[in-house]
């Protein structure tokens, strides 16, 4: 059975400071996704990363993904108000259709 | 536009009652799947679909159930409504090969009194 964990669960920041969520999963998977979901909204992808050693980054967020540990990390460089949301990691296994999800790390970026 | 089309955004029930959440997508992918969010516990698969005609349980799918008649349409049911169905439900969409991810819909908010 597939199981995505995340942490932190919950991160408060300052803005201008540099944070790392971790995601963890314990099967096999080349595929990792990040979304970011807004209060009362659906989910916005965010990142989608393919293959051992992928390397995405948009604006203040980059994300890695290690097939080999098992492990993704969402970057956050120079935190801002606007990036205040809850982060989501998934996984689908290499024959994919469904995701498993991590329980989401709810960021807050205080001023 | 182009994406994936979830109805009701809002919807409250009595215990017992039956209703159909429906979803639909424009972009002919093959996979298609249903979730629900509840607090603090992410989001869970309840079915699934790899095509038109194939549908299969997720992780939570005692008193839901699914056809997938069409590409374009997977219909979640809800036969006979408890109040630890209140949740939001979120379908879900992608091609094959899932090179930009998984598409979600806006979701449906579920409460059951």
């Known amino acids: 059975e597939l199981k995505v964990e995340q942490n932190p669960l919950f991160l408060s920041m300052q803005e201008g400071k540099n944070y790392t969520i971790y995601c963890n999963y314990s099967t096999t998977s080349d595929r990792l996704y990040w979304y970011r979901q807004d209060p009362g909204k659906s989910l916005e992808s965010l990142f989608v990363?393919?293959?051992?050693?992928a390397v995405k980054q948009e604006g203040r967020l980059m994300a890695s993904l290690d097939t080999k540990a098992r492990l993704s990390t969402l970057h956050i460089t120079a935190a801002v108000h606007d990036l205040s949301a809850t982060y989501f990691c998934a996984v689908d296994l290499t024959s994919g259709s469904r995701l498993t999800f991590g329980e989401g790390t709810q960021l807050t970026v205080n001023p | 536009n182009a994406g994936v089309t979830q109805t009701p955004k809002f919807q409250v029930l009595k215990t017992g009652q039956s209703m159909t959440l429906q979803c639909a997508q424009d972009m002919n992918h093959e996979y298609m799947s249903w979730y629900r969010q509840d607090p603090g516990m992410g989001l869970r698969l309840i079915h699934y679909?790899?095509?038109?005609?194939?549908?299969d349980q997720g992780e939570v799918p005692n008193g839901y159930n699914v056809s997938r008649s069409t590409t374009e349409d997977f219909p979640l049911r809800l036969l006979s409504a408890a109040p630890s169905q209140t949740s939001v439900y979120f379908c879900?969409?992608?091609?094959?090969?899932?090179?930009?991810?998984?598409?979600f819909g806006s979701g449906t908010r579920l409460t059951v009194v």
């Open positions: 679909s790899v095509g038109a005609g194939i549908t």
């Open positions: 879900a969409s992608s091609p094959v090969d899932r090179v930009r991810g998984y598409t």
């Open positions: 990363l393919l293959s051992n050693g």
